[in-house]
């Protein structure tokens, strides 16, 4: 069956995926003469830097998501369908979706990648990802739904496992949600249950390697252990997690109990099917030319978190980032618009603009490429970034509302559970 | 099993319920010498005017709810329990609820109505209702989920019934969703979906007795109807649903296709087992004396929306409203708070403030007793009483910003469809 698409004398350039590769793209691309089709399971974009505020209670999903509609009303040559893509037919080029299948001249695979349990099943189901919208959403109603059933359980280390919580990965993502966990406990938690003993809560950040926010300097590593050691974290480097039943977490010589971890230890591309086996590197990522283009194809490109392209700089590929995919979506759209002007198409050179994380109310820190930045300058220049960076001007004022509010107040105010009641938990 | 409650030297007072009705009578109750213990499936308040507005896209979950634990930050005599409560022994006083038994001195049974579908399973599990938070967002996503599908139709009939919204039930609640949606068919939903008509789209308010607004004035009531006529919805009086499938609508004598329908024709008191039956009146309402004391008992009251109170103005009882609520819970405290001074019991008396509600964009109708107003005026009014009668200056703030900026921009801009895409619809 085919896709209901219409039909134009323009060449047909499908997108699978609205996130910041493939939004960028399908916006730069929209400025040439082609039909762009983009393709998406959810009908927004998400700001994923900001899900672990969102996890926290600060933020709403609104406030970081963006309706892809949105973006393109005035584009009429982009089509946008809520589509989940099965696999790709590469011979006859052709995408198969739950809506039919939709051909196209060009295909640009977009569709980041997702969490990685390195195989462990049982960490999967007992532990709470965070690459999505919907996953920081069920942290927030994990996490707030374990203190209301701490206030009813009479054993002490049970009601200490309801209390604790497990962070794992030392990347931006760990490094963030657990000081924010840490300011909570401190600020907001014993006035909400004050029948609960907050200093009984333990936060663990675990890493697996023996820094942490491993893409950043030295000096920025350093400091954010020494933000989180400050905040109450217990943060343990050269940490592996063996497995998790959803009450022990289970490590190397020692166990912790918490009913909740919250798993950021790793990514791992989003599959599709119909993607040559051998085109795949470690990580689920397709191997890629300096233009994006697809080993073995001449017509499929694939950017951001799920390709893998090796610059001099980067012999093992460039960073899983936001800002990768960006800058590789707009060499992209200039490349495959050229071609309509028979113009010659310009290899990629990532430009690093730099890293930043933040671990706490008034600490973060920052490495530009030419000056490292720690404390609350840094986290200034966080706040100000993440806010320009934000799809809609509405959702940037909001935002800033939310902080400023939740800065004065020390409270974030968001702390609803929100699922249907009539459903069983 | 008891429930773990701390056991103070207070009388305790348990109150079944959060809404407008329970939470301020707890508000109230908490000055006064007592233990207060607030019961509620769900951890926050929810601001029940403005669902709809949830629904068509305009605000946030959280804008117009309002976490219970924060309202009582100050109050350490009040305890709060996510709980659901199963039944009531009114002979040993407690309730028994899913964390274990509570018993009482005194019990408030602030329970409130849930949609009423007149005993139709089919109408119930087709159509969908609006009577919570997790309920309005439903209907956001079905709505913009359809729009989603229509693309996809190549039957011209099947896709205007993925269009087309049937609302039944002319009160308020209808009337304000039956305005918004014909809002957002004029100015948002074309720019979303270019490839629709939506000149094709119909919106249909059915109500089965001849006149809109039934609580509400002669004027306010036709004012209504005129407005709605002018925004192109199909209003049809004196007309009633018989049945619905999830494609048509069976009337009296004919049938309407449509994907949606938004019942909003009723109430029904939620029920608690252990009510004794005698005391239950139409609408599963608890009948209570002038003191809100359930009848045949001592100790145990009712307010708001469940129970059943008439007064010489109002042989038939209250109006089921929030006002009705919150003015019951105001007199209720005093009354129990008086026991401990020994003061006598005053009888309630409801002091009708006025109704109101609001058709579309500078569209609404008051009625104040002193004074009937219609139009860009009262839209005014209408907001201003809606935004300082929620709880917590941030959303008030937020909704403000939220109204100001739809109102420019002609646009609600939350669509989104926020639900687990791992999840098979």
């Given at each position: 069956?085919?896709?209901?698409?219409?039909?134009?004398?323009?060449?047909?350039?499908?997108?699978?995926?609205?996130?910041?590769?493939?939004?960028?793209?399908?916006?730069?691309?929209?400025?040439?003469?082609?039909?762009?089709?983009?393709?998406?399971?959810?009908?927004?974009?998400?700001?994923?830097?900001?899900?672990?505020?969102?996890?926290?209670?600060?933020?709403?999903?609104?406030?970081?998501?963006?309706?892809?509609?949105?973006?393109?009303?005035?584009?009429?040559?982009?089509?946008?369908?809520?589509?989940?893509?099965?696999s790709?037919?590469?011979?006859e080029?052709?995408?198969?979706?739950?809506?039919?299948?939709?051909?196209?001249?060009?295909?640009?695979?977009?569709?980041?990648?997702?969490?990685?349990?390195?195989?462990?099943?049982?960490?999967?189901?007992?532990?709470?990802?965070?690459?999505?919208?919907?996953?920081?959403?069920?942290?927030?109603?994990?996490?707030?739904?374990?203190?209301e059933e701490?206030?009813?359980?009479?054993?002490?280390?049970?009601?200490?496992?309801?209390?604790?919580?497990?962070?794992?990965?030392?990347?931006?993502?760990?490094?963030?949600?657990?000081?924010?966990?840490?300011?909570?406990?401190?600020?907001?938690?014993?006035?909400?249950?004050?029948e609960?003993?907050f200093?009984?809560?333990?936060?663990?950040?675990?890493?697996?390697?023996?820094?942490?926010?491993?893409?950043?300097?030295?000096?920025?590593?350093?400091?954010?252990?020494?933000?989180?050691?400050?905040?109450?974290v217990?943060?343990?480097?050269?940490?592996?997690?063996?497995?998790?039943?959803?009450?022990?977490?289970?490590?190397?010589?020692?166990?912790?109990?918490?009913?909740?971890?919250?798993?950021?230890?790793?990514?791992?591309?989003?599959?599709?099917?119909?993607?040559?086996?051998d085109?795949?590197?470690?990580?689920?990522?397709?191997?890629?030319?300096?233009?994006?283009?697809?080993?073995?194809?001449?017509?499929?490109?694939?950017?951001?978190?799920?390709?893998?392209?090796?610059?001099?700089?980067?012999?093992?590929?460039?960073p899983?980032?936001?800002?990768?995919?960006?800058?590789?979506?707009?060499?992209?759209?200039?490349?495959?618009?050229?071609?309509?002007?028979?113009?010659?198409?310009?290899?990629?050179?990532?430009?690093?603009?730099?890293?930043?994380?933040?671990?706490?109310?008034?600490?973060?820190?920052?490495?530009?490429?030419?000056?490292?930045?720690?404390?609350?300058?840094?986290?200034?220049?966080?706040?100000?970034?993440?806010?320009?960076?934000?799809?809609?001007?509405?959702?940037?004022?909001?935002?800033?509302?939310?902080?400023?509010?939740?800065?004065?107040?020390?409270?974030?105010?968001?702390?609803?559970?929100?699922?249907?009641?009539?459903?069983?938990?």
């Open positions: 069956m085919k896709a209901k698409v219409p039909i134009t004398s323009q060449k047909r350039v499908v997108v699978i995926g609205g996130g910041f590769g493939g939004l960028k793209f399908a916006r730069k691309l929209a400025k040439y003469d082609f039909q762009v089709v983009l393709l998406d399971k959810i009908n927004y974009h998400q700001f994923q830097p900001l899900f672990y505020q969102v996890a926290t209670a600060g933020l709403e999903p609104s406030a970081i998501s963006f309706p892809l509609r949105k973006v393109f009303h005035k584009q009429d040559n982009v089509v946008i369908r809520l589509a989940e893509v099965t790709v037919n590469t011979k080029s052709f995408v198969v979706t739950d809506i039919g299948e939709i051909s196209y001249d060009y295909l640009v695979v977009a569709i980041g990648a997702d969490t990685n349990f390195f195989g462990n099943e049982k960490i999967k189901s007992n532990s709470l990802p965070m690459k999505s919208t919907v996953e920081a959403l069920n942290i927030r109603n994990r996490i707030l739904q374990n203190y701490a206030l009813s359980i009479e054993d002490a280390a049970d009601q200490q496992a309801h209390m604790n919580i497990v962070v794992v990965g030392g990347g931006p993502t760990g490094v963030e949600v657990a000081g924010t966990l840490a300011e909570m406990r401190k600020n907001i938690l014993p006035k909400d249950f004050p609960l003993k200093e009984r809560m333990q936060i663990y950040l675990l890493e697996a390697s023996p820094k942490l926010l491993n893409g950043l300097s030295q000096k920025s590593s350093e400091k954010s252990k020494e933000y989180l050691d400050k905040l109450g217990n943060v343990r480097l050269e940490t592996r997690v063996k497995d998790y039943d959803g009450n022990t977490v289970f490590l190397e010589n020692s166990q912790i109990q918490a009913r909740t971890l919250i798993w950021a230890a790793g990514v791992i591309g989003n599959k599709l099917e119909g993607i040559p086996a085109v795949l590197v470690r990580g689920n990522r397709i191997k890629v030319d300096r233009f994006n283009k697809m080993e073995g194809s001449e017509n499929v490109f694939a950017l951001g978190d799920v390709c893998f392209m090796t610059e001099e700089k980067f012999p093992n590929g460039h899983q980032v936001a800002q990768v995919a960006m800058q590789q979506a707009e060499n992209l759209a200039r490349n495959l618009g050229g071609i309509l002007k028979n113009e010659d198409m310009k290899p990629f050179t990532y430009r690093d603009l730099g890293s930043m994380a933040t671990v706490g109310r008034n600490l973060a820190v920052v490495d530009f490429p030419f000056m490292k930045i720690q404390g609350f300058f840094a986290w200034l220049i966080w706040m100000f970034v993440h806010l320009m960076s934000i799809v809609g001007a509405k959702n940037r004022v909001l935002i800033f509302i939310n902080w400023a509010w939740n800065y004065i107040t020390y409270d974030q105010s968001l702390r609803l559970i929100i699922k249907d009641p009539k459903k069983k938990k």
